[in-house]
């Protein structure tokens, strides 16, 4: 069989991720403290970016630039101009003018508090440097000490030790009784119940640092604590020989007792969430804004520019690329910035015209919508109204919710119209909280109520919604005493 080369011409369509659509898609789906990072990061490596101060107003920074353009144009020769190449072929001041003049400018939304109060806080103290401190101030032997920072560093925040004896005295090596009495040292510390190896351990060093006047609450911790973990009360208390009187006061002991000691010294700080659009009501419209505050004001810096133009192309061709390349990079950026912004405000304006009865009149109106309503609404892809929505906070005169939020399904009802989820989930928890706790309300008895006030829904629903809205079932939220 003979080879030969030949020639073919196909015709075909493709889809190409260029450059500056990767940077679009990626930026649409930033929050507002990883883009603040992205941009902060751009310029610093874009020298050709600069960042307005709030003393330049974009009007001047406009002026400044006609000015140096008036004077480039004058000082050139009006003899015959030589070859350009490709980029001085393509407009870029009239096909980007306001990106390249302007730049981009975040609206200005309310003023708020740049660093609140609490970031300027210290660390506190974790309960690792709790307990090293009062090891340290302790009257151990230099050898119980070096066994009890190696404890230390084994203790979760919990409060509990999670490596055996023998794992500790192959570390050292060290003796069994040297660690025994380290454990005993640590145990002996602030947080009652520290060091403890289990549950049952941690509730036992409470109960003998308390001095608790009743032995049968430690029996059913040392002996029955399987029936107890079960609920089983009344087998319980025939095992003890008491009464379901006696028993309730003992249940109450062991409930007031703390599981994890070691939480109240966790140094967990509270993580303040920034909203990314804000919905105000004025009269009896919703006046969408979008929260830029802290956004660095972007544009092209005019000075490479006027040097662009004095450059020669041939002589000066690595800087000339090099500054080109740069701006194209500058300007993609501030132009998809700026189609952001842009396509968050639509998608906000587009929820609060779907979920306006709930702005209006609370969740029992909240109505079911999926990410493909609003994306024929404002004529975009759905892909681009779930990168939109991911990781974005709305707050609404209702609070403050994330934008997945207000997308979920619907349950089917006999007026005719779908019901939210979320509204049946408040219906589900309103039914809970007002049982009777000796009679809960099992899954079945919900589901039929939820029927009887016209809601199809069926008993495993009902079950996935409550274990959602993490709910005990009847048989544990049944109240024995």
Known sequence: MALEQKLHLKLSQKLIMTPSLQQAIKLLQLSKLELQEVLNQELLENPLLEELSEETKPEE????????????????????????????????????????????????????????????????????????????????????????????????????????IDEIRTAGPYQETEVLSAVQAIQALDPIGVGARDLRECLLLQLHYLEVDNDLVEVIIRDHWEEFMARHF????????????????????????????????????????????????????????????????????????????????????????????KIRSAVWLIKSLDQRQRTIYKVAESIVKHQREFLEKGIDFLRPLVLRDVADDIQMHESTVSRVVSNKYMHTPRGLFLMKYFFHSGIDSDNGEDISSLTVKKKIQGFIEGEDPRKPLSDSKIMKILNDEGINIARRTVAKYRDELNIPSSTDRKQIF
């Open 61 to 164: 920074a406009e002026t400044q630039d006609q000015q140096e353009q008036k004077t480039e144009e004058e000082a050139k020769p009006e003899e015959a101009k030589e070859e350009k190449d490709s980029f001085d072929e393509i407009d870029y001041d009239a096909y980007f003018q306001d990106y390249i003049e302007y730049g981009y400018n975040p609206r200005m939304g309310e003023e708020h508090d740049e660093f609140p109060i609490e970031n300027t806080l210290t660390r506190p103290p974790n309960l690792s440097d709790h307990l090293t401190w009062q090891l340290s101030m302790s009257d151990a032997s230099p050898r119980i000490k070096e066994i009890g920072a190696f404890l230390i560093g084994n203790i979760d925040e919990d409060g509990y030790l999670r490596a055996n």
């Open 234 to 325: 009344v087998q319980l208390a025939k095992a003890l020989g008491i009464d379901m009187k006696s028993l309730e006061a003992i249940v109450e002991i062991i409930k007031h007792l703390d599981p994890k000691p070691g939480r109240k010294y966790s140094n967990e700080r509270a993580i303040y969430v920034e909203p990314d659009v804000y919905i105000y009501k004025v009269s009896d419209e919703y006046l969408i804004v979008l929260n830029e505050d802290g956004m660095p004001k972007l544009r092209i810096n005019g000075s490479y520019r006027q040097m662009l133009n004095h450059m020669d192309s041939k002589s000066d061709g690595e800087t000339v690329n090099y500054i080109k390349d």
